[in-house]
Antibody, heavy 114, light 107 residues
């Protein structure tokens, strides 16, 4: 059974940082593109980033470029999202997904507020 | 960026009725369009991929059609569990984007 479990969310002040993790199991992690998608109260659903199987291709939505970094560790079956310079508008539930295959984690909540 | 516009924003129907949801793209996305269902407190669930292919386990009452810029999700006969918010999403070019959603509510 495919499982994606996010962690690392929390409350952070504007300008702060957080690192999200996603632990994958039940499939060959190194064979799939992986993604982060967020759902916030203002923007709704937003596809944040994609990373290719070997990490050689990475895509970011413009709103997070230069602030967020996606990475993966295939040996640990894990996906990461390093979020710096956080803004109020980054407040959202962050989901780890196996590309557009329909497998999503349950999400981790990030709240940016002073 | 390709903008997806969904209509109507809200659809009020009774169980057993047919639901027709629209998604229009600001430029062609070919058939690279997906549909999701989301219920309160739950993760979006993939219903349709490549505009017209049902995802694994999705009942036959859900169907998708269209290509280019105009797409439709049809629920042939609404079941009580189908009342939810529906989103379209494209993966034609980066960035992938979602529509703002259509809420199907009980009339």
């Amino acid at each position: 059974e495919v499982q994606l479990v996010e962690s690392g969310g929390g409350l952070v002040q504007p300008g702060g940082s957080l690192r999200l993790s996603c632990a994958a199991s039940g499939f060959s992690f190194s064979s799939y593109w992986m993604s982060w998608v967020r759902q916030g109260p203002v923007k709704g659903l937003e596809w944040v980033a994609n990373i290719k199987q070997d990490g050689s291709v990475i895509q970011y939505v413009d709103s997070v470029k230069g602030r967020f970094t996606v990475s993966r560790d295939n040996a640990k079956n894990s996906l990461y999202l390093q979020m710096n310079s956080l803004r109020d508008e980054d407040t959202a539930v962050y989901y780890c997904t196996r590309g557009t295959s329909g497998y999503w984690g349950k999400g981790t909540t990030v709240t940016v507020s002073s | 960026e390709t903008v997806l516009t969904q209509s109507p924003a809200t659809l009020s129907l009774s169980p057993g009725e047919r639901a027709t949801l629209s998604c229009r793209a600001s430029q062609s996305v070919s058939s690279d369009l997906l549909w999701y269902q989301q219920k309160p407190g739950q993760t979006p669930r993939l219903l349709i991929y490549d505009a017209s292919n049902r995802a694994t386990g999705i009942p036959a009452r859900f169907s998708g059609s269209g290509s280019g810029t105009d797409f439709t999700l049809t629920i042939s006969s609404l079941e009580p569990e189908d009342f939810a918010v529906y989103y379209c999403q494209h993966r034609s070019d980066w960035p992938w984007t979602f529509g703002q959603g259509t809420k199907v509510e009980i009339k």
